[in-house]
């Protein structure tokens, strides 16, 4: 999986490319890990590019999302293909995470957030 | 019909090469993004429970699988050498919403048309999983 990395007002960006599984989910991990002991605890992860996911990414994503929220931070989703979104809606975990139709829609939410 | 028999060795990097060897037959059969992806789904969840839970990630172990992809199925049998396996699979603990683990078999129950679970010489497990790739899912 290639990760690539970008920051718009204090929120981490990770555009995801690739699959994410049992094999690159931990590539992952540990790159929200590092970011997290720098004290960046607002992630966003762009998944457009993210051709596949199985069980194991998704225990990636929720062990990802607990450490943020632990750490009273936030994470967001967005641009999931829509074979993607079907395994959220499945295995529910579309209600459990905050998933965006895009990146834009995802930034302003942080925004919003922080003004009121 | 296109009859395939795969071999690998039980070590992290045969997930890359399972997902690329299969992922090849069945973009060559035609099967669209959506169809290759529901159809992995099951297939890497079975594939992964061989190698992790089954062979235990042991080199010498070898995680077996027999690939028949016809019109609108594939029908697949993926065997491990491991020990207790059908005693493994009735004891799995079940997903809570907000787990980590705990997903794999509500989403084969999903896609696949059938599953079912032999115990193979002296402890070893085999899934034999059919798949209809062309039934209609809800669009989201």
Known sequence: ?116 | MTKINLSYQSIPESVDLFYTDVCNVLYSKGLSQAQCHRTMVVLTELFDNALVHGNNYDPVKRVIVALDVNEGRVIADISDEGNNGLNKINSRPQADTDGVGGRGINLVQHYAESLEYLEINQGGLKAIVVINYEKQFCEI
């Not at chain 1, 641009?79 to 499945?90: G, P, T, W």
Request: charged share 20%.
């Open chain 1, 1 to 116: 999986m290639e990760i690539t990395m970008n920051e718009k007002n204090q929120v981490q960006i990770l555009g995801l490319k690739g699959r994410l599984d049992l094999s690159s989910g931990g590539g992952l991990k540990e790159k929200v890990k590092s970011l997290m002991e720098e004290n960046n605890n607002t992630i966003h992860l762009n998944l457009s590019q993210v051709d596949f996911i199985n069980s194991s990414g998704l225990g990636v994503l929720v062990s990802i999302m607990k450490e943020i929220r632990l750490q009273k931070g936030r994470l967001t989703l967005s641009n999931l293909a829509s074979y993607v979104q079907e395994i959220f809606e499945i295995t529910q975990l579309s209600h459990i995470f905050e998933i965006y139709a895009t990146e834009e829609e995802a930034l302003s939410s942080y925004q919003s957030v922080s003004v009121s």
